[in-house]
């Protein structure tokens, strides 16, 4: 059986659990961690969004998302910062369920959309997006700053 939970402040190991699963489903190299004051912090913001999904009661798959509130008007935007499934759960409907949760929470924030940052090299993801709805826009770039 599925399971879709938005994770709080009392489920700081399975936040901890997720964010190994972002870092090792894609080999970003050895895990790292934020401090447990700022995980708790972010599990305790309302504005922040960590979303698991599970299997069987098995952490599976999951997603972080930011809700960014504009100054020109009262809607709020959510940024997708990161969305995963582990590699033997996929093309299962997980992904779809994780995105629909999201749509449920950006509706309940007001938010007119969402906002993905997605390299036009990955492939895999914009043929995700894609399949999820028929308009979504793909003209706008996102560019990354070091403040180094």
């Known amino acids: 059986m599925v399971g879709i939970k938005r994770l709080q402040i009392s489920d700081l190991e399975l936040a901890r659990k ?18 447990k004051e700022r995980l708790l912090e972010l599990l ?3 504005s922040f ?3 698991a999904a599970f299997q069987d009661g098995t952490l599976v798959g999951g997603l972080t ?4 509130r504009m100054y020109k008007d ?3 935007k959510i940024l997708l910062y990161e969305i995963e499934v582990q590699q033997d759960w ?10 629909n949760r999201l749509k449920e929470y950006a509706r309940q924030e007001g938010a007119s959309k969402i906002l993905i940052p997605v390299t036009s090299t990955n492939q895999n993801a914009i043929n995700f997006y894609n399949s999820l709805q028929n308009n979504i826009t793909t003209d706008d770039i996102l560019i990354s700053v070091s403040i180094a």
Request: charged share 15%.
């Open 18 to 35: 997720l964010i190994h699963l972002f870092q090792t489903e894609e080999d970003m190299g050895p895990p790292t961690y934020a401090s």
């Open 65 to 68: 998302a930011y809700v960014l």
């Open 74 to 76: 009262d809607i709020a």
């Open 90 to 99: 996929r093309r299962q409907g997980l992904g779809t369920l994780l995105i």
């Open 44 to 46: 305790s913001d309302s």
């Open 49 to 51: 969004y960590m979303i």
